[in-house]
């Protein structure tokens, strides 16, 4: 397999599940539907910056402690399930009714809050750092540097994220009215904050599996 063939094998499999609905969407989702395209972006950013960290560790060849310790793992799981139940938690008990500040929940945020919450939210979740490192040595062709081509293939995965989470925004403009009535924003915060919960009991579950 060339470098060529490599990388379209990659593009094309990341794009896949890039597209696949998880926590990231959902967060990236509320974001823009409740508190703007500028709150989502910086959300989207931090998840990104997460992704590229666990990038690196695997490239580094950190990412195989996690596979290979199974204290650590656990670690960092619960502390990820704990962080995702915790969100959840603020989005179901105190769920706003309007977008304006102030409105007394964990979810009115600003820029920094929002890219800080995207950005935990990948670092506390172990299950990116053991995907990326079975995941993407399979498109590493012979001959080329690990560490190198292994980072290269977690920032295009960073760029296929950041182009769909650019779509999501820009899907939530044309819907601007309806997102800004107050049972929507009730209904929202609190569907998502089902699903954090629901990921995070996952992510809990997955320390015994």
């Known amino acids: 397999m060339t470098i ?6 990659f593009i094309v499999a990341a794009s896949i599940l890039t597209v696949t609905p998880g926590v990231d969407t959902a967060m990236v989702l509320r974001s823009a539907a ?13 998840i990104c910056l997460g992704c ?12 195989a402690l996690l596979a290979a310790s199974p204290l650590a793992y656990a670690a960092v799981s619960w502390a990820g399930a704990a962080y995702l139940v915790w969100l959840g938690a ?13 409105s007394g929940t964990v979810t009115s945020i600003g820029h920094g809050e929002a890219l800080r919450q995207g950005l935990f939210t990948n670092l506390l979740n172990p299950k990116i750092g053991v995907f990326y490192i079975t995941f993407l040595p399979q498109f590493v062709p012979a001959g080329a540097d690990v560490a190198s081509f292994t980072f290269l293939l977690a920032a295009i995965h960073v760029v296929l994220s950041l182009l769909w989470f650019a779509l999501l925004i820009l899907a939530t403009v044309p819907m601007a009215r ?8 009730t209904v929202m915060d609190r569907v998502t904050g089902g699903i954090f919960i629901a990921f995070g009991a996952r992510l809990a579950l997955s320390v015994r599996a």
């Open 52 to 63: 590229l960290v666990w990038g690196g560790a695997v490239a580094l060849g950190l990412g």
């Open 34 to 46: 409740t508190a703007g395209p500028r709150a989502a972006i910086s959300a989207g950013i931090g």
């Open 178 to 185: 309806l997102l800004r009535r107050p049972r929507f924003v």
């Open 90 to 102: 603020c989005l179901l008990l105190r769920p706003r009714t309007s977008l304006a500040a102030g």
């Open 4 to 9: 060529a063939q490599a990388l379209l094998a």
